[in-house]
């Protein structure tokens, strides 16, 4: 599976972008997908998840309210809508693409990443 995102930029704080995260292979229907972030000096978070069919989502505290995941398997496309951004979302945002074991998501595929920065 070889993952492409796009969307990322520069916005003001408030503001919303998308992210869109291109998938190959015919497996994408059936992977668990996710989005990671990494801020400088940080460690690298799940943001969001969301399941093969879509049906669940699961999102970071600091997300919650705010970013929506969603995917589209007809288009071998996942998204990220983030808004009311804040300074602190700033951070190369990846797109992964894995599974689930014991409940919690593990990826295994990533994108090689998009710069998402918000200024105050």
């Known amino acids: 599976v070889q993952l492409v995102e796009s969307g990322g930029g520069l916005v003001q704080a408030g503001g919303s972008l998308r992210l869109s995260c291109a998938a190959s292979?015919?497996?994408?229907?059936?992977?668990?997908m996710g989005w990671y972030r990494q801020a400088p000096g940080k460690q690298r978070e799940l943001v969001a998840a969301i399941t093969s069919g879509g049906a669940r989502t699961n999102y970071v505290d600091s997300a919650k309210g705010r970013f929506t995941i969603s995917r589209d398997n007809a288009k071998n496309t996942m998204y990220l809508q983030m808004n009311s951004l804040k300074p602190e979302d700033t951070a190369v945002y990846y797109c992964?693409?894995?599974?689930?074991?014991?409940?919690?998501?593990?990826?295994?595929?990533w994108g090689q990443g998009t710069q998402v920065t918000v200024s105050s």
């Open positions: 992964t693409a894995g599974g689930i074991s014991s409940g919690s998501y593990y990826p295994t595929y």
């Open positions: 292979g015919s497996t994408f229907s059936r992977n668990t």
